[in-house]
């Protein structure tokens, strides 16, 4: 059974950092591309970052520069490192392995206010 579980959202002050995790299990991880995904309040979920089975990130502009994604294969974990934080970066945060199964984690919600 394939499990994605995120946990370290909370809540921020702008400017502030979080750690985002998502421990995967039920599948080979080393195999797979991973990727980031948020839905802020009243939008659609929304791409945000990806790594490569290689450890190759891309991110969206929106992030760029603040955000880093990260995996750790023995660990079956996959991170984001969230710094600079913004009010838009508002969300529930989505692990997700893509690919002709796809599969998503329960979210874990980020809010950013003073």
């Known amino acids: 059974q394939v499990q994605l579980v995120e946990s370290g959202g909370g809540l921020v002050q702008p400017g502030g950092s979080l750690k985002l995790s998502c421990v995967t299990s039920?599948?080979?991880?080393?195999?797979?591309?991973m990727s980031w995904w948020r839905q802020r309040p009243g939008k659609e979920r929304e791409y945000v970052a990806t790594?490569?089975?290689?450890?190759?990130?891309y991110y969206s502009n929106s992030v760029k520069g603040r955000f880093t994604i990260s995996r750790d294969n023995a660990q079956n974990t996959l991170s984001l490192d969230m710094n600079n934080l913004k009010r838009g970066d508002t969300a529930v945060y989505f692990c997700?392995?893509?690919?002709?199964?796809?599969?998503w984690g329960q979210g874990t919600q980020v809010t950013v206010s003073s």
């Open positions: 997700h392995r893509p690919g002709t199964e796809p599969a």
């Open positions: 790594i490569t089975i290689s450890g190759n990130p």
């Open positions: 039920g599948f080979v991880f080393r195999d797979y591309g």
